[in-house]
């Protein structure tokens, strides 16, 4: 990894459908090494997919959000990562990470409506072996997501010609 | 009623632009690369330090100098970056933006009648701050087929017995030209050997691609005779704060200073605390907004010079300075033409001196996607031109 790949996959991040033509000229490299630089970082899994951010809120589809919060009993010789992938298969599952304080995992989950969370919740994951309690957060609005902005007026005002 | 203007206002032109830009007001859909500040806003984190100082009720004057943790933190800072020395204490003076830097710097050192070489293409200020002061500006070309650095050849041409002063602006606003060590030391053996003070304006001196910025001060014979202008306007998204500051040997600096005092008294305090906050903290999003621009530079100039408008690559600043000659067109006439047409503004190269003519300068400080689509205007505009 040098600064060219840095530069590469901040580039990807914000915007993963530029062409390969436009990130050499972007990055200074020619579209052979770009080419090369992308599959090498796809084939260290640095690259682990790409995506479109969406308000789906403004997609119209009315999906509800829940922040999860798990407290969980390590397992021997495992500790968390078994749970942790039995957790991860759900598809509603979206993201789950291990944190500090006073619960274990954090998970956001996504569904139709607030029951649909919630019966997910009590009817999936409370009950499984070594989940000790839940807490369940429905999103009510979200500001950003992935870096991005999703209110108000971004960038500034400016007079058309100034020296 | 007598003519109450002064003489010297009346010597200094108005904006050379000012029906482009009434034209623009009236326009909607306009791509505006005639702005010559950034599209960002600035650093949240630096907002706050600004929004929280003004909550604290720190809304006073502030000593002339300015504050003294935000000269120690320059002081640092210019040591760090550039390997420049200045005392916190006696050889600098915070300013409200490098605008009032320049005035006070021009003043405190031309009397009526000194020559001033100023390089050209150049930002609008420096000549008019000349003539006000009562000096006389001397255009200095810098050429296109020497990527518009400052040669000792084109110095040497303007030098005369009454020359006081050299007044340098890289990396260059509209150029986007950047000097080199090597560039430097030629032009400091001149300015040695003819007794020339430096005025160096470095406000886009973070704004340096592919290299390091080098500070005219930090050549050998030129601190004791330069006087160092920069700020945070360019390098921190911060223009509307109005923070600069001038660096110089204590008696040059004692000199600005006095003039300072008496017209500005100080720069606004909570803009001060701002850039204390964006010098202490706000590396990491100055880092961002540099490696954004060189991003845009690249696409823009490339797409400049595939469509027939050919452009060097800048290396410093946020502009790009392709040349028109081969549309046939003057550098007004397809500035005013692609306004009216295609809702693009750009500034004709013209209005920053004679050497510039025939050049536009099209600020990349925009988004990605409307550079884009600037180009698509333009590259529109250009088909329909007659052959």
């Known amino acids: 990894m040098d600064e060219k790949d840095h530069l590469l996959l901040q580039l990807l991040e914000e915007n993963s459908r530029v062409s390969v033509d436009e990130l050499s000229v972007m990055t200074e490299i020619s579209a052979r090494d770009v080419e090369c ?57 979206r993201s789950l990470r291990l944190i500090t304080g006073t619960y274990d995992f954090q998970l956001l989950v996504t569904g139709k409506n607030m029951q649909e969370v919630a019966r997910f919740v009590s009817e999936h994951i409370a009950p499984m072996d070594r989940i000790r309690e839940t807490a369940t957060h429905i999103v009510m609005k979200n500001y950003k997501e992935n870096g991005n902005s999703l209110c108000g007026h971004e960038g500034t005002e400016r007079i058309p010609y100034s020296f | 009623m007598r003519n109450f203007i002064s003489k010297a206002a009346e010597a200094i032109p108005p904006s050379g632009i000012r029906k482009f830009f009434d034209l623009a007001l009236t326009m909607d859909d306009v791509i505006s690369l005639g702005v010559g500040e950034p599209d ?19 809304t006073s004057y502030t000593s002339n100098r300015g504050l003294q943790e935000l000269r120690d933190s320059l002081s640092e800072y210019l040591k760090d970056h550039y390997g420049l020395h200045y005392d916190a204490d006696r050889e600098m003076v915070i300013t409200s933006g490098v605008s009032e830097a320049l005035d006070i710097a021009i003043r405190a050192v031309i009397d009526p009648g000194d020559e001033a070489l100023v390089t050209e293409p150049i930002y609008v200020s420096y000549a008019p701050c000349v003539t006000l002061a009562g000096g006389i500006p001397v255009p200095v070309p810098c050429r296109e087929k020497d990527q518009f650095r400052l040669m000792p050849d084109a110095l040497m041409e303007k030098i005369s017995r009454k020359s006081k002063v050299l007044i340098l602006n890289f990396p260059n606003n509209p150029t986007g030209a950047v000097m080199k060590r090597d560039d430097l030391k030629a032009i400091a053996d001149i300015v040695v050997d ?21 500070a005219p001060a930090t050549i050998d014979g030129l601190w004791e005779r330069t006087i160092t202008l920069n700020g945070f306007s360019k390098a921190y998204a911060m223009t509307g704060w109005r923070i600069g500051y001038l660096c110089a040997p204590e008696p040059i600096c004692d000199a600005a200073l006095k003039i300072h005092q008496y017209v500005m008294l100080c ?13 202490r903290n706000g590396e990491d999003e100055k880092d961002k907004m540099v490696r954004e621009y060189r991003v845009r530079r690249n696409l823009f100039v490339h797409d400049l010079n595939r469509i027939g408008l050919p452009c060097h690559v800048p290396e410093g600043a946020f502009y790009a300075f392709p040349s028109v000659t081969s549309t046939g067109l003057s550098d007004f006439e397809f500035a005013e033409q692609l306004l009216k047409e295609e809702r693009v503004a750009v500034v004709p190269g013209t209005v920053f001196g004679d050497a510039a003519k025939d050049h536009l300068r099209c600020a990349y400080a925009v988004s990605r996607k409307d550079l884009k689509e600037a180009v698509i205007r333009i590259e529109r505009f250009m088909s329909n031109l007659p052959n």
């Open chain 1, 37 to 93: 630089r992308i599959a090498a970082l796809e084939e260290a899994r640095i690259i682990r997919n790409y995506s479109a951010v969406i308000d789906w809120e403004r997609a119209g589809n009315g999906e509800v959000w829940g922040i999860i919060e798990l407290k969980v009993n390590p397992e021997r010789d495992f500790g968390y990562d078994r749970i942790a992938e039995r957790i991860s298969k759900f598809k509603q599952v």
């Open chain 2, 40 to 58: 960002f806003t600035t650093p949240w984190n630096v907002c706050e330090a600004g929004i929280y100082s003004i909550e604290q009720g720190t």
């Open chain 2, 194 to 214: 003819h007794d020339l003070l430096v005025i160096s304006d470095e406000v886009y001196a973070e704004l340096t691609y592919g290299g390091s910025h080098v």
């Open chain 2, 267 to 279: 720069a606004p305090v909570m803009g001060q605390i701002a850039a204390n906050a964006a010098i």
